[in-house]
């Protein structure tokens, strides 16, 4: 909200032109409680709005000389003529009075009661809406810091006021608020025994508006009180107020369905909500009742079991797609169908498909994009639903259809592209590898290539090791040396996946069958268990058999040098890549074998020219030394050590950070300290040189090593 909400001082700004701002500058170099005792009173409403803010800082650093003068201020403020004023103060409320409980105990804690807690309490009938709103929060925050025994006796009190208020309904909306705001605060009890007497009044209110207020607050009160009591107590007054002759009763009783269908028992769900929805959707003379109704349709079929769902109900559904069906056609309708269809079909069960099928294929020709958008986001769940076969039956046109959408339909499919694959037969997987490809060697789409990047790890999973070593590998290679950074740190999260199925599959040649390799952490991984949906483990001999096994080794060898090789390449940017794979291959990997395999070449960049490599080598040593394995590996130790005597001020905070102790348990697509460093060294696109020496340096370090001449465009 705009800070100047509310303000009404025009005479102040009549001659601004002719002002040179000095009368609105405030004094910084007052002290803090001097500032505010000078600017409190101010004519400008901007010199009050900026110190009532300033009201909790003031509190918390000295309580001690403000404790008594700051009460008097908050007194004299709440009767602000300008809402902004008073909205601001009431916001300050909570956590002012936090600091008095903290710094004054027993005392601090009356002030809270006796001072603080009326004036918000009083600011909840405020004139203004917006004052009346934050009014209503900041006593919810209020109740939470309070005794519970104080709630009774100087909060519910007021409560009663109100909801006895006949002289003012806005005082009786707001007590319905209240109710609905603290109920989960009083607990199951005190709201059954307290709350529910003040909403049976209120729901037989003579005001639509109290009615109305009660409707939309019900939902808060059923999930605090439970399904028994809700269903006994709550529900006969949901059922009143949904045919009450006010359209917007019944339209706040059609947005909190929901609420009440998730707390009541399942027999008075089917027997009881059904027919009332019915009656929105069906009877209801309102366009707004109808399709609010309409609008949580979905949520409200998922809040069945499959068996309850009646055919008609079934049919409302799938009718919002279709205007001559429905009293009050509304285009957002066919939104809220396509981006609730998931749920609607995992409540049914696959069994029911036929019945929602035709309505699908509908949607995903439909001329709206957002409609195909939420589509394509979904449909790897409605996937997993239906199974491989019927998936290849109804969904792969599908997907293949939002392949070739606009950019915003295809974002979709492509995120989720490991998980539909995941949901197709083996054989039937091979064929989008090349569409895959055609992602990845698009230059001008690096957020598809990101999410490529991202899942290329669990696609290691779904192919056998033919396909891994012929076509994933390149694919990762190529992703590992994109020019995006986001794309590369992503990838070098997927190596230990590939190395994984490596690895594994020497078990299975070696005549082993155990199928299983132990990772760094002890435990086994079940070589035939990648995922739940047949997987590319199956079968894997047959579609090896195309290959010697001297290929197959000669692929596998390949594979693991030109990781290793990353980690001495030309370029700086490569051998940062490396290191980043080696945070995460050190979790994912027999630590002997990542000791033996990639440690060496790891070490090797404690001396390398540039500094973002030895700044991300400090932080994956560190993280490497925390292992159990390497604790008392004298090689890693000296290595920390070395760049604990770096020249450069990065480098060597990211190699004491083991030291202070500070270092990940996980890999996390990298420490964001290390990002924030190096984004501001390098950005997205490029990875510009630290202090425009790398490429020097580059060149430097390749001369020394291979004599090979660096680009001086890398």
Not at 54 to 80: G, P, Y
Request: hydrophobic share 35%; charged share 20%; aromatic share 8%.
């Amino acid at each position: 909200m705009s800070d100047f909400i509310g303000l009404s001082d025009a005479d102040n700004y009549d001659n601004i032109e002719e002002s040179n701002g000095n009368e609105y500058v405030i004094d910084d170099s007052l002290p803090l409680i001097e500032k505010i005792k000078k600017y409190v009173k101010s004519e400008l409403v901007l010199h009050r709005l900026y110190v009532i803010r300033e009201f909790s800082d003031l509190i918390r650093i000295q309580f001690e000389q403000a404790n008594e003068i700051l009460i008097i201020f908050i007194e004299e403020a709440v009767t602000d003529n300008e809402p902004v004023i008073r909205q601001a103060l009431v916001e300050q409320i909570p956590s002012i009075s936090e600091c008095y409980i903290q710094f004054g105990r027993e005392d601090g804690y009356q002030k809270v009661l006796k001072n603080l807690l009326p004036i918000v309490a009083q600011l909840t009938t405020d004139r203004n809406p917006q004052v009346r709103m934050s009014a209503v929060e900041s006593l919810q925050d209020m109740a939470r810091i309070i005794r519970h025994q104080d709630i009774e006796v100087h909060l519910i009190p007021f409560i009663k006021s109100l909801v006895n208020d006949s002289t003012d309904e806005e005082h009786r909306v707001q007590a319905a608020n209240l109710c609905h705001n603290l109920a989960p605060i009083l607990g199951e009890q005190l709201t059954k025994t307290i709350i529910l007497p003040f909403i049976v009044k209120l729901s037989n209110d003579l005001s639509f508006r109290v009615r109305k207020s009660i409707a939309l607050n019900l939902g808060g009160i059923c999930q605090t009180i439970g399904v028994k009591d809700t269903t006994e107590l709550l529900l006969p007054i949901f059922v009143q107020l949904s045919r009450d002759e006010m359209w917007a009763v019944r339209k706040g009783c059609a947005e909190v369905l929901i609420f009440i269908s998730q707390n009541i028992s399942p027999i008075e769900r089917y027997s009881i909500l059904i027919p009332v929805f019915e009656e929105f959707v069906g009877d209801d003379s309102s366009r707004w009742v109808n399709n609010t109704a309409f609008q949580n349709l979905g949520p409200f079929i998922a809040t069945f079991e499959g068996s309850q769902i009646t055919p008609k109900l079934l049919n409302l559904y799938t009718n919002m797609i279709n205007p001559s069906t429905i009293r009050f056609p509304d285009s957002d309708l066919v939104t809220h169908c396509a981006f609730n269809f998931p749920a609607v079909l995992y409540t049914v069960g696959s069994s029911r498909w036929p019945e929602l099928k035709e309505t699908y294929l509908t949607l995903v020709k439909d001329t709206n994009w957002k409609v195909r958008r939420t589509l394509s986001h979904s449909i790897h769940e409605i996937a997993k639903i239906l199974g491989p076969a019927e998936t290849k039956a109804s969904l792969v046109q599908c997907f293949n259809l939002f392949l070739q959408d606009l950019d915003e339909v295809r974002v979709g499919v492509v995120r989720h592209f490991s998980g539909f694959l995941a949901s197709l037969e083996p054989a039937q997987r091979e064929s989008y590898i090349l569409i895959i490809h055609s992602f990845v060697n698009d230059p001008s789409k690096w957020r598809f290539r990101k999410l490529i990047s991202k899942q290329i790890g669990e696609m290691c999973d779904l192919f056998n090791l033919k396909t891994n070593l012929t076509q994933l590998t390149p694919i990762l290679i190529t992703l590992l040396n994109d020019s995006v950074a986001k794309v590369r740190s992503y990838a070098a999260s997927s190596v230990g996946h590939l190395i994984l199925k490596i690895l594994n599959s020497e078990v299975n040649y070696s005549g082993n069958n155990s199928s299983s390799t132990t990772t760094s952490n002890g435990t086994n991984t079940d070589v035939n268990n990648s995922n739940n949906n047949n997987n590319s483990s199956n079968g894997t001999n047959t579609a090896e058999a195309e290959l010697t096994l001297e290929e197959i080794n000669q692929l596998k060898n390949s594979t693991i040098e030109s990781i290793q090789c990353l980690g001495t390449d030309i370029s700086f940017s490569n051998r940062q890549v490396f290191t980043k794979i080696c945070g995460y291959l050190v979790d994912q990997l027999d630590p002997i074998y990542f000791e033996q395999t990639f440690l060496p070449n790891l070490l090797k960049l404690v001396h390398d020219p540039v500094p973002n490599v030895r700044l991300v080598t400090a932080e994956i040593l560190c993280k490497i030394h925390s292992n159990q394995h390497f604790a008392n590996n004298q090689d890693v130790v000296s290595a920390i050590e070395v760049l604990q005597s770096d020249q450069d001020n990065d480098v060597l905070y990211f190699s004491k950070l083991n030291n202070n102790n500070n270092n990940n348990d996980n890999n996390n697509n990298n420490n964001d300290d290390v990002n924030n460093v190096l984004n501001n060294n390098s950005g997205d696109f490029n990875d510009d040189n630290k202090n425009n020496n790398e490429n020097i340096e580059n060149n430097n370090f390749n001369n020394n090593n291979n004599n090979t001449e660096v680009s001086t465009t890398e």
